[in-house]
């Protein structure tokens, strides 16, 4: 037996990349607590940390290839899984033509940064147009919107946190997130700071949530309808004259066309569908104004609804017309020490296609997974036959789980990287499976964008993969080869051609962590750019807890990608959308239930129901309801009730809470374990059921194409009756 040796890392489960400290004896972990030393994260930790050791013993991950045969999953070599996969979807492609084989990016694909470095090593040779992943479940419009305001779809205004007074927080639950699109570790402790100098934080939510209870004020609001809230703040800074751009002013464009195009978003006129009346509308924009610095901050509950795109540029707008964008405790822009923006990056492009089936727009160049399911169910030329999903859970976690599962099943070829046989991956004929967290190294490329200070930090691997593994960039690169292989042989290139594609066959050459050596250096930080911290990757490891680059800067104009550097209010895209919100405003209030979503600090999306020490105790999948609504349908506390929507039901426990407005009903997503075929034991006997066998496929944001799941219609009566 050998001593036990101490390292140190960061946390890739969610965006918080909190430093961890792992004690390690023979290649076991024998305790994970938080960094004290990291600078960023100050020792946080959440109950999810632990579960990264029962990640790595957990008998049920896979730890070699299979492939799916009529008595079971049969274990495969690599290089043969390799090889038939290739020559499966190669196969595919020639007969159907090259949108035939489509793929889906799931979350931890960007937790995790050899998918990041080398994901498109294989994928880019598949050449669909037919690419998917989480995006357009999450934060599509903020993307989307960052690309047409200030042209770039990565250079996203962060939260402040540190320096605002007034931090206003709509549809986004940190206290059990962690926090999203704001890289922010020990929210509660930086939310204590803000409360000690005098700061205040108000919260705009259909749920009194976690962080609605630490907020000095929280208001109700009937989802979907924060559009017109945020118009109407908007409307109220401009009747009051109350625009003070600042230094904004000089790269600004477009306010005026955007006063005159909301004048009917009114405060009463967004009272009648918010449920905020128009007193307190009026005070909310007035108080936003007044503060000293003030930021207005919106995630997954404003992002996925049907008016998402307009939410999000709302947002931005409030903040440019009090003058807090990129100004001290306003929203800022990071400048990372690996800088994704200069030159590398895809700063976006909308609607260049359209998808087969439904003619939603292209974004980027993915498409929005609502519509994978009718582009593998409905026959025609371009119709997806073989899927090739990494790191996702698509059954589980987009619109209409049952209708993808169903699409699944029909599939001439599926293969999955994934190290679990989940309610999605149990539909491949074949899954390969990589190495888990603490088995590969780590650097957040995407999340040191994201963060609320300009922070670095690389995370070396921690205990040895088990011998038949590979890294998810490895497994990448195999296929890639093996593609590559395929393609050869059908038609032989010329020298010429060989020649022509070695430059990216040098890069694909390189590891990881070589990549990001050189992105460390040719960073804003960097060595070569003869900076005092002179980073690369070496100078990088002398420091083992992270190393902190100050606070966030101001950078416009200079940082904006639009072609004339400004910041653009005016976006026609937008500006047409505003007649559907005005269709709303006519609609009135509507009277039916309307469903959402809900986080829970100890579980984590679809995928970390399989740890005991998470998931035991009182289950935690039950429709929150007030107490009127249950009294006009009978429901007691603790029955059981039936929910329905228009493409699915199911069954579940009610729990009565005054912390729900009326009229508005929660279930959390990424349960619905029990579906035969998944071999994940502790998750199969805490089961739960799919939120998104209730969420609409059809229910978007018709602008983006991202999934509304804020505010689906349902029914929900007594089992007992
Ligand atoms: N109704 C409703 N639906 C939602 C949401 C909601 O709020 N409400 N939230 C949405 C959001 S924000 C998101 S991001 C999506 C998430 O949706 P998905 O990304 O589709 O689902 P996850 O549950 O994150 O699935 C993660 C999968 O990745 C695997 N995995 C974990 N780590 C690795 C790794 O390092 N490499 C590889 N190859 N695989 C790995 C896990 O085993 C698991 O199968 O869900 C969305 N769905
Ligand atoms: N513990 C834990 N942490 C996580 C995750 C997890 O699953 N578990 N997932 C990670 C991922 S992938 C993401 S994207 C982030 C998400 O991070 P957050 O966005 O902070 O997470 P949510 O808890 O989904 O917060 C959304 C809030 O929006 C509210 N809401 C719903 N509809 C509306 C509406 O119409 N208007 C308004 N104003 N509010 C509405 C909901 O009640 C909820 O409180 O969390 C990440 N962190
Ligand atoms: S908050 Fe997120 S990053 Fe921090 S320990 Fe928990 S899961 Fe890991
Ligand atoms: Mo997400």
Redesign the pocket.
């Known amino acids: 037996m050998t001593e036990a040796t101490t390292h140190y890392g960061a946390c890739?489960l969610c965006e918080a990349i909190c430093g961890l400290e792992f004690k390690v004896q023979d290649g076991k972990i024998l305790s994970v607590r938080g960094d004290d030393a990291d600078p960023f994260s100050r020792g946080h930790v959440c109950p999810k940390a632990v579960a990264l050791k029962d990640?790595h013993e957990d008998p049920d991950?896979l730890r070699h290839p299979v492939r799916r045969t009529a008595s079971g999953w049969e274990r495969i070599g690599w290089d043969e899984a390799y090889a038939e996969v290739a020559r499966r979807l190669h196969a595919i492609r020639e007969q159907h033509g090259s949108n035939s084989v489509a793929s889906?990016?799931?979350?931890?694909?960007v937790?995790?940064y050899?998918?990041l470095t080398h994901g498109q090593n294989f994928l880019g040779l598949l050449k669909t147009r037919n690419r998917f992943?989480?995006?357009s479940?999450?934060?599509l419009p903020h993307q989307l919107v960052a690309y047409w305001m200030f042209g770039h779809q990565l250079l996203l205004p962060i939260p402040d946190i540190d320096r605002t007074q007034h931090f206003l927080v709509l549809g986004a639950n940190p206290m059990a997130s962690n926090g999203?699109l704001m890289t922010v570790p020990d929210f509660r402790g930086r939310l204590k700071e803000l409360k000690a100098r005098g700061g205040r934080m108000i919260v705009i939510d259909p749920r009194r949530t976690e962080t609605a209870a630490v907020a000095d004020a929280h208001h109700f609001i009937r989802p979907g309808t924060d559009v017109a809230l945020l118009l109407a703040m908007l409307h109220v800074l401009f009747a009051d004259d109350r625009v003070r751009l600042g230094r904004l002013g000089d790269f600004t464009r477009g306010l005026e066309t955007v006063r005159q195009a909301i004048v009917d978003f009114t405060p009463e006129a967004a009272a009648r569908i918010t449920g905020i009346d128009a007193d307190t509308i009026r005070k909310l924009a007035r108080d936003f104004s007044d503060a000293p610095r003030a930021v207005a901050y919106g995630r997954?509950?404003l992002s996925?609804q049907a008016y998402g795109s307009l939410c999000q540029w709302a947002l931005n707008l409030l903040n440019i017309v009090s003058g807090n964008v990129d100004r001290e405790g306003g929203a800022m822009f990071t400048l990372p020490a690996v800088d994704l923006l200069s030159g590398q990056t895809n700063p976006g492009h909308f609607d260049v296609w359209k998808s087969r089936v439904r003619g939603l727009p292209e974004f980027g160049g993915e498409l929005p997974?609502a519509a994978l399911a009718e582009e593998i169910l409905t026959p025609g030329d371009g119709q997806v036959r073989g899927l090739v999903?990494?790191?996702?859970?698509?059954?589980?976690?987009?619109?209409n789980g049952r209708q993808l599962e169903q699409a699944l099943s029909q599939l001439d070829f599926m293969v999955?990287?994934?190290?679990?046989v989940?309610e999605?991956?149990r539909h491949a004929h074949m899954i390969?499976?990589?190495?888990?967290?603490v088995e590969?190294d780590h650097y957040d490329l995407i999340f040191h964008h994201l963060a609320v200070r300009n922070t670095t930090r690389y995370t070396p691997a921690l205990v040895s993969p088990d011998a038949d593994t590979r890294h998810?960039w490895q497994?990448h690169n195999g296929l890639a080869r093996a593609y590559r292989a395929q393609m050869e042989s059908h038609r032989p290139e010329s020298i010429g051609m060989k020649l022509k594609k070695l430059p990216g066959l040098a890069r694909q050459s390189l590891r990881p962590d070589q990549l990001i050596d050189l992105g460390l250096r040719l960073g804003p930080y960097g060595r070569w750019k003869r900076r005092p911290e002179r980073l690369s990757l070496r100078r990088l490891k002398q420091h083992p807890h992270g190393l902190d680059l100050g606070a966030l800067q101001p950078s416009l104009p200079a940082r904006l990608f639009t072609a004339d550097n400004k910041i653009r209010c005016d976006v026609p895209e937008l500006l047409a959308d505003l007649d559907r919100a005005r269709a709303l405003l006519d609609e009135g209030r509507s009277d039916s239930l309307r469903l959402?979503?809900?986080?829970h600090l100890r579980s984590?999306?679809?995928?970390?129901h399989n740890a005991e020490r998470l998931v035991k105790g009182k289950g935690r999948c039950q429709l929150l309801m007030h107490p009127n609504d249950a009294a006009t349908r009978g429901l007691a506390d603790g029955a059981r009730a039936r929910i329905a929507s228009r493409v699915g039901e199911l069954e579940a426990e009610v729990l009565l809470t005054e912390d729900m407005m009326p009229g508005v009903v929660s279930?959390?997503?990424?349960w619905g374990h029990s579906r035969p075929g998944v071999n994940l034991r502790v998750a199969q006997a805490h089961p739960g059921v799919s939120?998104?066998d209730?969420?609409d496929d059809q229910f978007l944001d018709p602008l983006s194409g991202n999934?509304s799941?804020?505010g689906v219609e349902v029914s929900v009566e007594s089992l007992a009756g």
């Open positions: 890739n990640l991950r889906y990016l799931g979350n931890p694909s937790h995790n050899g998918n992943s989480a995006t479940v999450d934060q999203s997954v509950g996925t997974v999903t990494v790191a996702g859970n698509p059954v589980l976690s987009t619109p999955s990287i994934d190290f679990y989940n999605t991956t390969l499976p990589p190495t888990c967290g590969h998810d497994i959402i979503g809900r986080r984590n999306n679809s995928w970390m279930l959390p997503h990424g939120l998104n209730l969420t999934a799941f804020s």
